[in-house]
């Protein structure tokens, strides 16, 4: 099987949001909804495809947002959604998306790349938890080490502060979780 990670065009689209709805469940359509309005939108950075035999089979999106540092507000980037077909699952293919996305992000000049997620996975992948670095989550529904962070080769010492996130992902109530979801997770990372 050979896997080719590529940047989205617009005819992936259908093929992107089939891959999001299948990987997310009931939570894919949110997520499609957001990633429809960011497009064409200066807030979206970059989309990339895993394609394997012309089919797409996962994908990642980078979206712009802003650290709140004390000098400035400094843009940042967002990963959301990174997404694999269950059928393709655990065959390294979300490894290899995570594994284009510094270069990418280095390419658009971003000093930081943030996500939300299992820090159990994205730990194995190079990030760390925002925390360890002077930085904070945008809400307290999201776990604190669920908070990640890749530092990358623009990122400077002074560039701590908060995470904010554009209105679009707080329009759709996609930031962080809530319970009873959030307390089920926040016991498996035994956060208090
Ligand atoms: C998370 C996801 C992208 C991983 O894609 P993938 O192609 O299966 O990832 P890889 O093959 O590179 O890595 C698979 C490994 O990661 C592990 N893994 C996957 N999700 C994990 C999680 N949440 N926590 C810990 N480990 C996890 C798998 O168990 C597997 O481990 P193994 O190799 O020891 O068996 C995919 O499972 C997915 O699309 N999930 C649904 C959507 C989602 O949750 N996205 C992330 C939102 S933050």
Redesign the pocket.
């Known amino acids: 099987m050979t896997i080719d990670i590529r940047e989205a065009d617009d005819v992936d689209h259908p093929a992107l949001a089939a891959?999001?709805e299948a990987?997310?469940?009931e939570q894919g359509a949110s997520v499609n909804d957001v990633m429809a309005r960011l497009r064409g939108t200066e807030d979206m950075a970059v989309e990339l495809v895993?394609e394997s035999d012309g089919e797409v089979v996962?994908c990642v999106a980078l979206s712009r947002a802003w650290l709140d540092a004390r000098e400035r507000l400094v843009d940042v980037l967002v990963l959301?959604?990174?997404?694999?077909?269950?059928d393709?699952?655990?065959?390294?293919?979300?490894?290899?998306?995570?594994a284009a996305v510094p270069g990418v992000a280095e390419g658009l000049g971003a000093p930081l790349v943030f996500?939300?997620?299992?820090?159990?996975?994205?730990g194995?992948?190079g990030w760390s938890a925002a925390s360890a670095h002077d930085l904070e989550r945008p809400s307290r529904r999201i776990p604190e080490p669920?908070c990640q962070v890749l530092l990358l080769r623009e990122h400077e010492p002074w560039m701590t502060g908060r995470l904010v996130y554009p209105d679009v992902w707080w329009r759709s109530d996609l930031v962080g979780l809530r319970d009873p979801e959030l307390a089920e997770i926040e016991s498996t990372l035994n956060v208090d």
């Open positions: 891959v999001v990987a997310f469940g895993a996962g959301s959604p990174l997404a694999v077909a269950p393709h699952q655990r065959q390294g293919i979300g490894g290899r998306l995570l996500l939300e997620g299992d820090p159990r996975y994205y194995r992948h669920a």
